[in-house]
Each structure stands twice: as structure tokens, then as C-alpha cells.
């Protein structure tokens, strides 16, 4: 578990295929005031990156405002660094058995004491405190007094996405936010302190959390400012420089609401030119008159969305059941490129299962994951092979620990493990005319059937299974899924609006995180599935891409009619 996979030492050969240059500002300029610029004369940042997950985003994030990072990679650079930053991925329990088979531990904590500047992101603060229910018996830092507590709350785990903070005490990590800011989180326990003092702020998701602590010059923050768009950005510039008094924002919440978020989808294959473009079927049809269509290129589309304001952007290699994702590595490119501009966080899916290459090498699907984070995937989806897994499972009756759900969750986390579900309406006129479970539906079927079914597909819809979409979500769950990606073949590319039936029923089935996906066809239905479901997150492509309604009208629309978005 989290150990160094030999992979990425191999990855020489770069991509035959145009993934298309960039020059982005997306998201780096208001205006036309350029706000990053280069500090000069500032001390090394060190960073602490024990293996375990997608530090490249914090490195791309710090070296965007000028800095220059050092990956410690020996206990001797943690001792030495004059400024560390410590951004934990995974679990508690791995996180530490790592940190203390590799000696990390003494240099950690000598480093805490030395007065010197420390930034712990998410697992990299819960870290410093005493114990974590994730892990039992296992010892944090225990710098500060406390533990590390499960979310235990009538709302879905992990809280993914964008939160607001409750600013407790003054300090110059904020110099220059509002106070009104949303960050973006994603996790499943929380830090519980003994000592108040220490709590800088807190975040209201069913219970009120501490959000991030302070402590002379440790501060540690539960958000992810790497991944938090512009006032991250601004306060890991803050970390990193030494401007700024210790002082209040104008002004900060009572109660926070975490956004309901907007995300942009790029389904991505070669066309027959040899070209990584950005393409978008009707119902998974992606060919016009016998071409492949082309919306654009992967990596200026989703600098375009970031900077439009999407909340998250997801890539989806629609070729990925039958190509070899790492023989050809176009999309690891894609993210490596996109990851140095875009900072919200980036899904990668397609292709990710077990695979032997053409000289007989096995690849787990770990090692294939492993290397899209590595790229700066904060999360993965899988599709096709989450449907074998699910029936796999349903047919052994037990959890084996060896698929792909598994050993990733293990390793990454179940934050950062999607499920991808390409469902499609099977009508049925009576319940007992299957062994699915129906929904009594209020779009009958062409022969006026008031039941119908959700068959889950593999192969981008080309072969349907016999388990439906609700039975794949719970088992993924159960598995180790953090969220579901939810498509729906029948809208897709449509206009038509999102399947809300659809939505209910698997958002019912699950405790984790559903973002409703395909039929986005006007601001109106982004209303209509937070109105009418439970879904954290509403994903389109179609109408972003053909420029027919641009993010902020949709978040703007949303805004107006009481949604809790980010803007
Ligand atoms: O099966 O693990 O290799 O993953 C393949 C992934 O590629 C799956 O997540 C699957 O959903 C996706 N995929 C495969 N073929 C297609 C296709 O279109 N031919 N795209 C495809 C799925 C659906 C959505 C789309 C929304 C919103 N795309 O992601 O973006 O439906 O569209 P809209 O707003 O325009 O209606 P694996």
C-alpha cells in the first residue's frame, strides 16, 4: 500500500497523438491584473510527498505563484527544509505506517517544533493530532490534543466539494480574503481539538467542524487551496511570502453551506486524424456524417471551463475499454497540462482496470490509477469494469480486496474513487415482469409500459449487463466508492433535461456523494434536478461546449432561485 510504483519510472515514451498547446491564464487573471507574480527571494518550499496520492497539484499550484518546490525524498530534507509543506493523501493509518517506515516521524516533529513555517493540507493536518478513528491504535504527531472522528451525520460522506469557512481568530494566512470564500474539500473525518485556541476556522456541513487550525507558525488546513481555485491560490501565497499582518477578514460566515457544484465533462478520444479532441455523442454517438465530432482540444476546453468557473472538470477517455491507457499516454499529458493552470479539482476515467500489454506485462488497474494521479488526477472513475466487479461481488457474496474499487480506495482513498454508470431505461408493464427493482415512472414507455428499469452498459453503452444502476451504486459503495458519477444514455446529448427518476433512485440507494449527469439542456434543468433530488453535483457537456449557455449564467440562474453555488 502506497508504495512506489515502478511504473512512472518507465514513462519515456510520450504520446504520438496532438493533444493541442496551451497557453492558459484561466482562473490566474481578474481583469486584466496579472495576480500571481513571481516572489522572488523567498526560501525554498519543501514538500513532504510520502507517495501516496496526487501531490502535483500542490506543486503546480506554489510553482504558478513563482516558487520553486523541493520533494523531500529523505528524512534529512525534512529536517533541513526552511519551509514545509505537507499535503496527506489516503489514509490515516497508511499515512503514518508510511511516514514511519520511511523515518519521517522524528525529522516531522522536530520540524514542528523549530518555529519554522508548516502547511498540513487535509490528511497532512490530521496528521498532527493524536489518534484517528480511521485508524485505531495508530499514533499520529500529536502536536496538537485530539482526534480524528468519522462524520457520523444525516448528510452524504465524504463531504465533497465547495464549503465556506467560520474565520475564529485573526492571522496572515487570510491577508486579503473576504472572508466569504468557499474552498474545496473532500474528506470523511474530521479533526476534533481539545484545545480551542488553536482553531483559525470551522465549517458548517450538518455539524459544525473545524475547518482549519493555527498555531504560531503551523497552520493546517482540512480544504485543499491547491484545489480551491483564486483564494486558495491566495492563501498558499500567503504561506509562501511574508506580507500581510496577522488580522481579520472584513467580513465571515456563521453557518456555511457547502455549493451545489457545476462540472464541466470532457469526453476525449483520438479522431481519424490522429488528434485528441474533445467530442460529444447523442446518446453516446459521437460520429457526424462518419467523423468523429470535434469540439476542441482537451486542455484549452477545460482551461476555458475553469476559468468560466466550473467547479470540478472531468476528463472520460471514451476509447479507454479498449485502448491501453498507458501504452499511449495522450491523457496523462492532458492532465499534466492541464493540472499547471487549472486548479479545481480534475476526475480522470476511462480505461482503468487490469490489463496485460502486447510483451505479456500485467498492470493492475492500481498501478494504472496510480499513474493518472501521478499526472494530477485528484480522482479517478471507472466504468465498465465496475459493473464486472459489482456482479463478481454479487455472485462470490463476499468482498475479495483484490478489484480495482478496492485496492484503489485502500491506497487513494474512497474520495478518490468514482463510479461511472452508463445506465439506459428497459421498460417493463409490470413489475413482475423482471428481476430488477423498477421505478413506476412518469415517462411510459413506447408501448405505454409504466415501469421501467435501469440496465447498467459497459463499452461506452455497447453491451448491456443484468444488474441495474441502483444494485452497481450500493455494491461500489460497499466496495469502497466515494461517489457516483451518474449518466444516463437516454439523455444524453438530448437537451432534454435531466433523468430525475433516475436520480432519486440511486441517490436513495447510496449514502455517498450522486452527481447527476447527462440531458443538460438549459439553466432550468440544473434547477429542476437540485429541486427535485438530492444530487450534490450536475455535470453537462453538450451545452458547454457548443458555448449555448456558459457556467456562470447557469451558477448566476442558480443563485437567483436560492441554490447555494460558488461564484
Ligand atoms: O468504461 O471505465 O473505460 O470508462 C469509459 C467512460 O467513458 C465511461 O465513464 C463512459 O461514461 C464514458 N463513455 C464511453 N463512451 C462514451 C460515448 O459517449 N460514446 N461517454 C462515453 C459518456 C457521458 C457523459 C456526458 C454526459 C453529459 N459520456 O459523460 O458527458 O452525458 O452530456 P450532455 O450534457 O451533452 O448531455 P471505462
Known amino acids: 500500500m502506497g508504495q512506489m510504483l515502478p ?3 518507465k514513462r519515456q515514451k510520450r504520446s504520438s ?33 510520502y507517495g501516496a496520492g496526487n501531490v502535483r497539484s500542490v506543486i503546480n499550484a506554489i510553482e504558478k505563484l513563482g516558487e520553486t518546490v523541493k520533494v523531500a525524498s529523505r528524512p534529512e530534507d525534512v529536517a533541513n527544509a526552511e519551509k514545509l509543506v505537507f499535503p496527506g493523501v489516503g489514509s490515516f493509518g497508511n499515512m503514518m505506517h508510511i511516514l514511519k517506515g520511511k523515518n519521517y516521524i522524528d525529522p516531522l516533529k522536530a520540524f514542528l517544533d523549530s518555529g519554522k513555517p508548516f502547511l498540513g493540507i487535509c490528511l497532512g493536518m490530521q496528521a498532527l493530532f493524536e489518534t484517528s478513528e480511521e485508524a485505531p491504535g495508530v499514533e499520529g504527531l500529536g502536536l496538537f490534543k ?13 463531504h465533497i466539494g465547495w464549503n465556506g469557512i467560520n474565520i475564529k481568530k485573526p492571522s496572515r494566512i487570510l491577508t486579503g480574503a473576504a472572508g466569504t470564500e468557499k474552498f474545496y474539500f473532500v474528506h470523511s473525518y474530521y479533526i476534533d481539538p481539545e484545545e480551542t485556541d488553536v482553531i483559525l476556522t470551522t465549517t458548517d456541513y450538518d455539524i459544525e467542524f473545524v475547518s482549519s487550525v493555527q498555531k504560531g507558525s503551523i497552520t493546517a488546513t482540512q480544504f485543499h487551496p491547491e484545489k480551491s481555485g483564486r483564494p486558495g491560490l491566495e492563501l498558499l501565497k500567503n504561506f509562501i511570502g511574508t506580507a500581510g499582518q496577522t488580522s481579520m477578514p472584513p467580513s465571515s460566515h456563521t453557518k456555511t453551506d457547502l455549493a451545489k457544484r457545476i462540472i464541466a465533462c470532457l469526453d476525449v478520444r483520438a479522431n481519424d486524424q490522429g488528434d485528441l479532441v474533445v467530442t460529444k455523442g447523442d446518446q453516446y454517438d459521437v460520429r457526424e456524417q462518419g467523423a468523429v465530432r470535434n469540439l476542441g482540444r482537451p486542455v484549452e476546453l477545460a482551461g476555458r471551463y475553469y476559468a468560466e468557473g466550473a467547479d470540478e472538470i472531468t476528463f472520460l477517455n471514451i476509447t479507454g475499454f479498449r485502448d491501453f491507457p498507458l501504452e499511449d499516454m495522450p491523457m496523462l499529458q492532458v492532465l499534466e497540462e492541464t493540472s499547471k493552470t487549472v486548479f479545481v479539482p480534475l476526475t480522470i476515467g476511462g480505461g482503468i482496470r487490469d490489463y496485460v500489454d502486447r510483451g505479456g506485462r500485467k498492470y493492475t488497474a492500481l498501478e494504472v490509477a496510480a499513474e493518472y494521479f501521478r499526472s494530477g488526477a485528484d480522482k479517478i472513475s471507472i466504468g465498465s469494469d465496475a459493473v464486472l466487479i459489482a456482479e463478481r461481488y454479487l455472485k462470490v457474496g463476499k468482498k475479495e480486496g483484490q478489484s480495482a474499487i478496492e485496492q484503489i480506495s485502500r491506497v487513494y482513498g474512497n474520495q478518490a474513487v468514482v463510479i461511472s454508470i ?8 409490470s413489475p413482475e415482469d423482471t428481476s430488477h427493482p423498477v421505478v413506476e415512472t412518469s415517462i411510459p414507455g413506447p408501448d405505454g409500459e409504466k415501469y421501467c428499469w435501469y440496465q447498467c452498459t459497459i463499452k461506452g453503452g455497447r453491451e448491456g449487463r443484468d444488474i441495474d444502476a441502483t444494485t452497481l451504486a450500493r455494491v461500489c459503495e460497499e466496495l469502497g466508492a466515494g461517489e457516483i458519477l451518474l449518466n444516463c444514455i437516454d439523455r444524453d446529448g438530448t437537451n432534454a433535461g435531466f433523468d430525475i427518476e433516475l436520480v432519486n433512485a440511486v ?7 450522486v452527481i447527476a449527469s447527462s440531458g443538460a439542456g438549459c439553466v432550468e434543468h440544473f434547477l429542476e434536478v437540485f429541486e427535485k433530488t438530492e444530487a450534490e453535483a450536475a455535470l453537462a457537456a453538450g451545452i458547454f461546449h457548443r458555448r449555448e449557455i456558459p457556467i456562470a449564467e447557469v451558477k448566476a440562474y442558480l443563485d437567483e432561485q436560492a441554490v447555494v453555488v460558488r461564484r
Open 507 to 513: 441517490k436513495r440507494a447510496v449514502s455517498i456523494p
Open 422 to 429: 452508463d445506465p439506459r431505461r428497459i421498460y417493463v408493464i
Open 146 to 158: 485530539g482526534c480524528v472522528k468519522r462524520f457520523r451525520i444525516g448528510k452524504s460522506v465524504p
Open 17 to 49: 497523438l496532438n493533444i493541442g498547446s496551451v497557453s492558459l491564464e484561466g482562473g490566474g487573471t481578474r481583469g486584466s491584473r496579472p495576480f500571481f507574480l513571481p516572489y522572488r527571494g523567498r526560501k525554498m518550499i519543501t514538500l513532504l510527498d
Open 7 to 9: 511504473l512512472h519510472r
